[in-house]
């Protein structure tokens, strides 16, 4: 196995740990969240594009480097997305609604084109 291959395996450890957060039991503490989001999912995503950055040095070809920029705008997204919500949770508001919805309709856009490349 090679070197992107290896890493990418790593990247979707990373992230399907951090998605761990969005199916933490509805009556979880705003505290626990709130620790889990920092601990797990804002970790997990900044060390997934820390790979990105690490396998986006390789020789690999043009559609790779692409798709690579869209993993990391994704990472980027779900970073800002669970910042917000924690921000929201810790502040006991829902005025940051609409700009995880934001957040969440773009990450959905970037999916899809990572998804078609």
């Known amino acids: 196995m ?8 790593d990247f979707i ?3 399907q740990e951090a998605l761990q957060i969005y199916n ?7 505290k626990h969240f709130i620790i889990e989001i920092n601990k797990i999912g ?5 060390d997934a594009i820390a790979i990105i950055d690490e396998v986006d ?18 990472c980027e997204l779900r970073i800002k997305s669970l910042e917000t ?9 829902n005025k940051y609604d609409e700009k995880i919805e934001y957040f ?11 998804e078609n490349s």
């Open 104 to 114: 969440n309709k773009e990450i959905e856009k970037v999916i899809a084109k990572i």
């Open 57 to 74: 040095k390789l020789k690999l070809p043009q559609f790779i480097h692409n798709r690579n920029a869209n993993l990391k705008k994704y």
């Open 42 to 46: 804002l970790v997990n995503f900044n």
């Open 85 to 93: 919500l924690s921000k929201a949770i810790s502040e006991g508001t």
């Open 24 to 30: 933490m039991p509805k009556n979880t503490s705003n």
């Open 2 to 9: 090679d070197k992107y291959d290896k890493r990418m395996e």
């Open 13 to 15: 450890k990373l992230e």
